[in-house]
C-alpha cells in the first residue's frame, strides 16, 4: 500500500432508497456469530511464521531499495487454508513486468455468477503483522462465516500476488474479467492498527480526519456509494460498536488529486468502473511501523481487529443479497 488519502467526511446520512433496515442489519452482523478473536490471531500469528520461514527476493534492489520481498510461503499458507475450510482454491499462474505472479482464488458459489469480490494481498515487505496479514486472515474469516449460507450472488475470493510491487495481480485478474459480471468489490489493506490516544492519528495537509485512530476508513469509487453507506449503518450495529469514516470518490478516482487513493488493489476495479470499496485502518497515518520489521503480531489491536473483520462479514452478506 504507497501514499493516500484526498479527503474524509465521517458519515451518517443514508439516502432512503439504499438504507439497510433494522432487520437486514441484525440478519449481516449475526452472519458473523462464529467469529473468534483468538482464532484470528492465531491465523495471524501462524502467517507470519511462514513469511518468516521464507528466504526473501529484493525486487528493487537495482533502485537502491533494500526491501525484503515475500510472497512463495504464504501462497501455498493461503490456499491449504482455503481448502481447509472446504473450498476449491485455484492458483492463476502468469508474469506482469517481469516479476512472477501467483494469485490464490476460491468461489462459494452463489444463485447467480454474477461475482461480489472479497479480496487482498499475500505478498509482502518483512514479515508483517498488519500489512496485509490482517486482510489475508479476514477474507478467509468471511469465507468460512458465509460457508454453507444460501447465496444470491457468488462471492469470489482473491489473495493478490505483487501488490506492493507492481500491482501484477490485480492486473491480470481484472484484465480476465468481464467487468459486467461484477456485482462489487470489498478489498481490504491493513485492517488490525488502532491507538485510542489523542492525537495518534494524522492525515494529509488540508484533510480532516478524526485526531484518534481507533476508526476504519471505507474508501469507494461513485459507484460504490451505497455500499460506503451500509458499512457506516454496519459498523455501529456490531456486538462491539466500530466507529467507520467514509471517503466517497469522485467516479473512478482517476484524477489527480485522487491518485493516492488507488494505493491498494482495488485500483484496477475502479478504472474499471467496478463498485469497489477499500477498507484499510490507513498504516503510516497511524502505525509508524508501517513497511518495517517492527509491523509485529504484538502491535496488533485484536479487538479492533475482531471488528473490521466482523464489518467484512456483514458487508459482504448484505452486497451478496439481490435487495
Ligand atoms: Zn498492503
Redesign the pocket.
Known amino acids: 500500500?504507497a501514499g493516500w488519502l484526498t479527503w474524509m467526511a465521517v458519515s451518517g446520512c443514508t439516502s432512503t432508497s439504499s438504507a439497510l433496515t433494522a432487520s437486514e442489519i441484525e440478519t449481516a452482523v449475526s452472519k458473523a456469530d462464529r467469529q473468534d478473536a483468538k482464532v484470528l490471531m492465531a491465523q495471524i500469528g501462524s502467517l507470519v511464521e511462514a513469511y518468516e520461514r521464507e528466504t526473501p527476493t529484493f525486487p528493487y534492489e537495482d533502485r537502491g531499495s533494500d526491501l525484503p520481498h515475500r510472497r512463495v510461503e504464504s501462497t501455498a499458507w493461503v490456499f491449504a487454508e482455503f481448502t481447509k475450510l472446504g473450498l476449491s482454491p485455484w492458483i492463476e499462474e502468469t508474469v506482469v513486468g517481469e516479476l512472477p505472479v501467483t494469485n490464490v482464488v476460491a468461489e462459494l458459489p452463489g444463485a447467480s455468477d454474477e461475482l461480489v469480490l472479497v479480496t487482498s494481498?499475500h505478498d509482502v515487505w518483512y514479515a508483517p503483522a498488519d500489512?496485509?496479514t490482517s486482510g489475508v486472515v479476514a477474507m478467509l474469516a468471511v469465507a468460512q462465516a458465509l460457508s454453507g449460507e444460501s447465496l444470491d450472488r457468488t462471492v469470489r475470493f482473491v489473495s493478490f500476488d505483487q501488490?506492493?510491487t507492481n500491482f501484477g495481480g490485480s492486473v491480470h485478474h481484472y484484465r480476465n474479467l468481464e467487468p459486467s459480471r461484477v456485482h462489487a468489490v470489498i478489498n481490504m489493506?491493513?485492517i488490525a492498527y488502532a491507538d485510542s490516544t489523542p492525537g495518534s492519528q494524522s492525515a494529509p495537509v488540508g484533510f480532516y480526519v478524526p485526531d484518534v485512530a481507533d476508526f476504519l476508513a471505507v474508501i469507494g469509487n461513485k459507484p460504490a456509494d451505497d455500499m460506503l453507506r451500509w458499512a457506516v449503518q454496519l459498523g455501529p450495529a456490531l456486538p462491539e460498536p466500530l466507529r467507520v469514516v467514509t471517503v466517497h470518490g469522485v467516479g473512478d478516482n482517476a484524477w489527480p488529486l485522487l491518485g493516492d487513493l488507488h494505493r491498494?488493489d482495488q485500483s484496477q476495479a475502479w478504472l474499471a468502473d467496478i463498485p469497489a470499496s477499500f477498507l484499510t485502518d490507513t498504516t503510516e497515518f497511524r502505525n509508524e511501523r508501517y513497511h518495517t520489521e517492527n509491523d509485529t503480531v504484538d502491535s496488533l489491536d485484536p479487538a479492533f481487529f475482531d471488528k473490521t473483520t466482523r464489518l467484512v462479514t456483514a458487508l459482504t452478506w448484505v452486497t451478496q443479497a439481490k435487495r
Open positions: 500500500m494481498h500489512d496485509n501488490e506492493e489493506d491493513s491498494s
